[in-house]
């Protein structure tokens, strides 16, 4: 009888659905993991387009799946990146749909200073491969900017100092555009003060700056890491308006500050790269304003020299007229003479004509009768000239068209007419270049003759109706008269 009792198989184990075990599990799971802190090295990273993020965390030996929801993930201070090692902060839970479980993400941050150094120089190598540090990228700064905006809190050290530089400076129009300097708001904030500044209108109710400074004092690392997120670096690379960087004190160094046009190292020092000393400036005007009177007067001090030197080496104007008057004393002394010869040879030939009646008359009569045998064979050789001319002329005529004559004559006549253009225009050229020789000549003229020298202060001196040149001259002379540039004196001598 046992033997029997013995082969009938007896389970008393519950049965359980799928949901019962994996609600079970899930139970123990999150109720033994309910807070946990996970360190390790994020490994792939899923951003789908809900908003969550879905990642791994690994080490050597094993991975933990994570999940961060949208609301969390848009709250956080360091945003997951793979290779980065990080302190994630959450629980643990259960997926039933696929039999996993998985790390429900609260928090997360990088694991120390090496962590974010490492991730900071990732991302420093693939900024500058896209070019955004290259040297050729960056702008010159305005001399002397109009309008400076500044980026920065407005309840800080930094305001006061930046405003207090460029009131000693050069004051200039400063627009203060207000943003958070660490912390989660930073990044979002900067980058849209940047594009804001730029979205401006040039010279409308509220003017564009010429110039960007963005500032912020000394702090650690995390407090300036809100200046090393990719969305700043990209801002200020896209920015139209130069940028002046002054993050930190001289030995903190950020992203911005690589892509930014100018880097100060510090707020004051930006400041002071923004604008000249006034002062300086004004002295530098001044010596300059000096240099070009000094070199202006010396300039015409040489001028005047050169004219003074080129006028000694001009002749005197006795010399010049000297050679010309005494030819026309000359010529004036031969001209009688010469007239006189001339119209006794006129008187001779007039005589050897032999202009006699009776001569003349003999001439007139040779001539008529030479005339009337012309004119008898003048008449048939006309006739016989005419006809030829006429049966020429008859041909030619039954060669010709009427519209090739007017075509001859159009183009000959435009022929013509470009011609008498032509000698127009040469002969006013002509005109205007003897017109202006001969001003030339008369302005000579006067600038030679007595009358300027006279204008000059000097005067001419005539006895007895000649020109007196001495002492002796004068004395002799009954009376004297002086002429002046403005008219004549007459001097009555007094015996």
């Known amino acids: 009888m046992m033997d029997l009792f013995d082969d009938v198989p007896a389970d008393n184990t519950p049965e359980f659905s799928v949901a019962e075990i994996s609600g ?98 990732k991302r420093k190598a693939a900024l500058a491969a896209e070019g955004l540090f290259a040297p050729e990228r960056k702008r010159p700064l305005p001399y002397l900017p109009e309008i400076i905006g500044v980026i920065t809190s407005p309840s800080g050290a930094v305001i006061r100092d930046i405003l207090h530089r460029l009131r000693d400076r050069f004051p200039r129009k400063v ?36 110039l960007l400074i963005v500032a ?17 670096a990209r801002a200020a690379a896209a920015s139209d308006i130069p940028l002046i960087s002054a993050v930190g004190h001289e030995t903190d160094t950020t992203l911005i ?35 070009l009177s000094r070199a202006l007067s010396t300039s015409i001090s040489q001028r005047q020299q050169r004219v003074r030197d080129l006028g000694r080496a001009l002749p005197q104007v006795d010399a010049l007229v000297e050679g010309p008057r005494q030819r026309l004393d000359y010529l004036s002394e031969r001209l009688p003479a010469a ?14 004509a032999a202009l006699r009646p009776a001569i003349l008359s003999r001439r007139v009569a040779e001539d008529r009768r030479r005339l009337e045998a012309v004119s008898a064979r003048l008449m048939p050789a006309l006739q016989r000239r005419s006809g030829d001319a006429r049966r020429m002329l008859d041909q030619s005529a039954r060669g010709l068209r009427p519209e090739v004559l007017q075509t001859r004559v159009v183009r000959q006549g435009e022929q013509l007419g470009g011609l008498l253009r032509r000698l127009s225009d040469r002969a006013s050229r002509q005109q205007a ?24 202060g000097y ?37």
Request: aromatic content about 4%.
């Open 24 to 121: 079970a599990v899930k139970k123990a799971i999150e109720g033994g993991f309910s807070h946990v802190r996970v360190r390790g090295e994020v490994g792939r990273v899923s951003r789908p387009a809900s908003g969550h993020i879905y990642m791994d965390l690994k080490d050597d030996r094993a991975v933990l799946a994570g999940v961060i929801w949208k609301g969390r993930a848009q709250g956080l201070a360091h945003r997951p990146e793979e290779g980065m090692e990080v302190i994630a902060t959450g629980k643990l839970t259960t997926f039933p749909g696929q039999s996993k479980y998985q790390m429900v993400i609260e928090d997360i941050a990088p694991a120390g200073a090496g962590a974010l150094m490492a991730m900071l120089e």
């Open 175 to 210: 627009l203060v555009w207000p943003v958070a300097v660490q912390g989660q708001k930073c990044a979002p904030e900067v980058a849209a003060a940047i594009a804001g500044f730029n979205a401006m209108t040039p010279g409308g109710a509220l003017p564009r700056p010429d």
């Open 216 to 232: 912020r004092g000394g702090g650690s690392l995390e407090d300036l890491w809100g200046f090393n997120e990719e969305i700043v």
């Open 257 to 291: 500050d690589y892509v930014s046009d100018m880097r100060a190292p510090t707020p004051t020092a930006a400041a002071e790269l923004a604008v000249p000393v006034r002062m300086e400036l004004l002295a530098w005007t001044d010596q300059q304003g000096a240099r």
């Open 339 to 352: 007239l006189r010869g001339a119209a006794a040879k006129k008187r001779l030939q007039i005589s050897e």
């Open 433 to 456: 270049e003897r017109t202006a020789r001969l001003q030339a000549l008369d302005r000579l003229r006067e600038t030679l003759g007595y009358v300027e020298t006279l204008r000059r």
């Open 459 to 495: 005067a001419v001196v005539r006895g007895d109706g000649a020109v007196v040149t001495g002492q002796a001259a004068a004395a002799k002379a009954t009376a004297l008269e002086i002429e002046f540039a403005d008219g004549k004196l007459a001097v009555r001598k007094t015996l």
